[in-house]
């Protein structure tokens, strides 16, 4: 990235611990109340820097509204929605 | 397993969804039948265009197809499904409509399709309706926008117009972030209104190894990148086809909506294959028989009086009514009479009472057609079926079973009357009842390189280069050699065009938009856009169908060819330009079929023009079969196609013909003795299309309706399973029933199977065949009228303008370069009687190329000049010019640069080049655009011209003349070819001494190695030469065929397919007066060796950027495989 230029809203490492079919469990110990949401986005397949990316949109038993993706190395991610 | 599935698919795109789907609708059958799917939606974007095709697929792979389309309302999707046959006549009146506006516009540009909602509920019964997809669903779309109530109102009134039993709320899973939320949404309106939801699964390519070319075409079809497009691409690859278990599973939350999916497929019942209701046009008429029979009779009567052969036309007449009144076509040829008749009003109005054209018959028949003694008599053809001995088998035949299909009749017209005809035809029968029928223009290479290329965001630079280097056939192993051999191995090795060589693989054959057929023509004496959506044509006047030629085979249409065929219209143009001449009325039906002079240059290979017999390969045979006859011509005019070269029958051919010339005792060896009868006349090989017929019912017992079946599952390229059924059928019937041995049966099989590629029917061979000796005889008789009508109708045949001119030069025609004070719009002869004190003429005729040759020119503005020059006298100055004639500043400039203005600048013209054309040689070019720059011009404004004021131009200041090669290329920037010194005779002097020119091949021995030069005319790489290339080369005394094999090609890609001046090394081979180099070297001629010849001060720069800029180069150097 340009020295200088932050980027906004990155991706943060998260714990997650998901079911046999890839479903979060728990994000960092809480546990996932329920699934709002949940979408693919597959992209940049063209150029050296594909994009593969499960998203889930959580809903905490803490009352957090919070959105982890799985990328394609298998690594959960946080993301601001 | 089928049975079991617990989900059928309700909504899926094919590649006929244009550029929103990657997959055929062959592909998506067989995936379906792979993955247990019981029945199978296919629901285009606003058309059925691939339906019929779908619908035979599935059968084939034990599916049952379900027809409908994903049809536009307002601006949003709703999918419709025909549950009945009213149902379908709704969907394709309602398709009809949706495209009835989109080319409203004056450029007639397709818009985007659609209905209004009244006309969807005036159109509502029989069709089942889904709420729409995710993305532009009609009631999902204003809930998207935060519009619930507008959703809501909508999804009320389609259950008001659709019922509660034929409207479903859709549900989608494309795993798009708001899925849940919209599905939630969805079905608490489903059960608001008190109707099921439904799961679809909209998919877009059957396979998930389609999805990045989908993204791609989405890409093409918005115009933009992959990059910039993706808001609207699918996102992910779940539009791909899953299992019937895999969409029960994604839609796990709603198995209601799922096990629907089942109840509405069992009610969806409509059959495309068996419920059409299409009936033969004339059908209705009870005394179409005994009219028909009647008019017959009478013009018998009239055509056989006092011939011997009246006898046996009466009874082949008598035959083929029989089979007509079997087969219920009687009102079919009545309805083709009645189209003729108007063709001849039509024919009349465009060549006028008293051209010397309106003699000939408005057209001629074609195809197999041809050989039907009904056509023939009605003037469907123009052919003796009884003289000539044609079978009527492959058209006609009484046998009726399921694969029984229409005759079709085929009738070519000159362009002119063609395009006046087809409007005519419209208007006659009605917009509801007639409409050509469409053609699907495919990815091929080239095409799928830029479009593909261009959604990469690749170099447009060198996606030119590669484009230009990929060939026409090629397949995807060979595009990436194109692609190293055009930009490096390294740029190869790059992602962005890895990616670009394995999307084009893919794209290859997937339907890019819809067109035209060339001239197939459906008419129906009840409303056509009730058994097929008719939509509107790119030219005005005229309307499609949105099926292609197999599709409206499949559905028993009738259909009439009306082909424009350029040959014909060239013939015409010169019988009118003999007629203006020279004072005389040819009629090309009464010349001297035996002309010795005619054959004496065909079996020379002098054939440059002539029709069907012009082409390098006709060329190659044409000293070796040495036609005699106008049969021998039938039969030559149809051994150069794919079927007789793949079946092997060529050599064989001329082989024995050459055998008999030596040895009339000769005995043709037969594979089998019962092949005598049908291969007689072919000395044993398989040259025409219903000798494969005669051979399966003298060979192997097979009926002619069997026959005809084997004939058209060879014809098309979904049909290996039923060829293979039709192998051991033949095998059966030959070795069972006949005793054949089964290794000379199976040869024979695999010559029948070898024809499969393209033959023409004897008849057809024989329609072109005359027209071919007419071509022929008149070029010999009638050679500067012959060029000029070919100039005139080009684009056509083989040849380029340039090579056209060059080869007639050769051979003594002279021509002229286009001049304001002498040529006409159209090239036309200039005859010693029309300008006797023109020294050039030289007692001879002369053919003047026209002003409209001239690129970039208005026809409209040529035409002023002409008549103003003929009203008041020829122009005396430019400045005459500009103020008389009315021509922009920008036309009179690309008029000086032709040359058309030199005569006018007061230099005198000299006599220069090989040819004695006119060429000035003078400062005449410079000093006539010097001249166009200073005086003043017309200007044109919204209420016409404004002439400019005759002011004369100061004299010019001393400008350099241009240099030979600087004229040469004035010249073919400016016309597209040169009537001076070749550009290899401005080259020679720079070139290497040992490069041979054309004309001396012939001293040279057999198996010489040669090395020769020259400007490819075309280059050529037939799906059937084994990836060998054929070039054309051109020097200043005539031309060399090179052969290049494939090991070559690979080594000389760019060279071959993209120089437009190459030199080759290679054996030279004479074989029966023949000559070929058989190449092992190809090289660019090198700009080095051009210096020495250049004008001092030349620019090379310049001269490139020229080259660059001139668009006939590519013009010039064709690809014609």
Known sequence: MTPGIRQLYAPRRVSVEADSEGVPLTVEGVVVAAVREEWVVEDRWWT????????????LTDGRDLVVFRSSSGRWFRQRA | MGADAPYVELHTHSAFSFLDGASTPMELAGAAGQLGYSAFALTDHNGIWGSMEFAHACKGFGVRPITGAE??????????????????????????EAHSHTRDNTARTAGQPGVGMEQLEAHAAGLVCLSGCAGDGAVVG??????????????????????????????????????????????????????????????????????????????????????????????????????????????????EAVAETLRLAERLRFDLTADLGYSYPGAENPDADRQLAAICQKLLEERYANSDRAAKASAR????????????????????????????????EVRGPASARSIMPPGRGRGSSVSSIVCFLTGLSHIDPVERDLFSGRFLNAEVNEDTVAPDIDLDFPRDIREKLIPRVHDRYGADRSALVAAFPTYRPRGAVRDLGKALALPPAEIERVAKTVGFHESSGEIERDVVAAIGAERAASRGWQVLIELTGEAMGLPRHASQHSGGMVISTQPLIDVCPVVPAAMEGRQIVQWDKDSCSDAGFLKVDLLGLGMLSAVERCVEEVDRTRGRRLDLSRIDFEDPQTFESIQAAETTGVFQIESRAQMQMLPRTRPEDLDDLTVQVALVRPGPIQGGAVHPYIERRKRLREDPTYEIPYEHQLLEPALKETLGAIVYQEQVLEVAVDLADFTHAEADGLRRAMSR??????????????????????EVPLDVAERVWQQIQGFSGFGFPKAHSAAFGLLAYQSAWLRIHYGPEFLCALL?????????????????????????????????????????????AEPELRGGRIVRIGLGYVKGVREKEMASLVAERRRSGPYREIADLASRSGVSGADLERLAWAGALDGLTGDVPVERGPYGHRSTGTSGRREALWEVGVVGTARRNMQGAQMALPLQAPDAPALKPLGEWEEMIADYRSTGMTLGEHPLALMRAGLDPELVRSTDL?????????????????????????????????????????????????????????????RAKGRLERREGTTNVLVSEVRELERTQLREVVPPGHSWGRRDRESQKRPRRSAHSIDRD
């Open chain 2, 1002 to 1062: 012939e001293k040279i021995d057999d198996g010489t190695i040669v090395e020769v030069g020259g400007m490819v005319v075309a280059r050529q790489r037939p799906e059937t030469a084994g990836g060998i290339v054929f070039v054309l080369l051109e020097d200043e005394r005539g031309t060399v065929n090179l052969i290049v094999p494939p090991p070559v090609y690979d080594r000389h890609r760019a060279e071959v397919r993209t120089s437009p001046l190459i």
């Open chain 2, 142 to 255: 204003p809930w998207a926008r935060g519009e619930a109530t507008e959703g809501v109102a909508l999804a009320r009134r389609l259950l008001a117009a659709f019922g509660h039993d034929r409207f479903r709320i859709e549900l989608q899973r494309p795993y798009w972030r708001h899925d849940r939320a919209r599905n939630r949404w969805l079905s608490g309106l489903a059960e608001r209104l008190g109707v099921p939801c439904v799961a679809t699964g909209n998919v877009h390519s059957h396979d998930r190894c389609r999805t990045h070319l989908q993204d791609a075409l989405v890409a093409v079809r918005l115009g933009t990148t992959l990059e910039a497009s993706e808001p609207l691409r699918r996102g992910n690859s779940s539009s791909a086809l899953a299992t019937p278990q895999g969409m029960a599973t994604r839609f796990v939350e709603y198995p």
């Open chain 1, 48 to 59: 050296l820097r594909r994009l593969w990316r499960h998203y889930f949109e959580l809903v």
């Open chain 2, 792 to 836: 005139n109708e080009q684009p056509m045949g083989f040849y380029p303008p340039d090579a056209l001119a060059h080869e007639a030069q050769r051979r003594g025609v002279r021509l002229a370069p286009p001049d304001v004070n002498r040529s006409r719009v159209l090239c036309h002869v200039e005859t010693p009687q029309q300008a006797p």
């Open chain 2, 71 to 96: 049809v536009t309302v307002g601006e949003a999707h709703l999918t419709l499904l025909a549950e009945s046959a009213a149902g379908y006549r709704n969907l394709c009146r309602l398709l009809t």
């Open chain 2, 717 to 738: 390229k979904r049909s290996q399973e039923a060829i293979d059924e039709f192998h051991d059928r033949f095998l059966v019937g030959a070795v069972g029933a006949n």
């Open chain 2, 317 to 348: 007449l008598e035959d083929e009514l029989q089979t007509i009144r079997i087969r219920g076509l009687s009102g079919f040829f009545l309805l083709h009479r009645d189209l003729l008749e108007l063709a001849r009003e039509v024919a009349l």
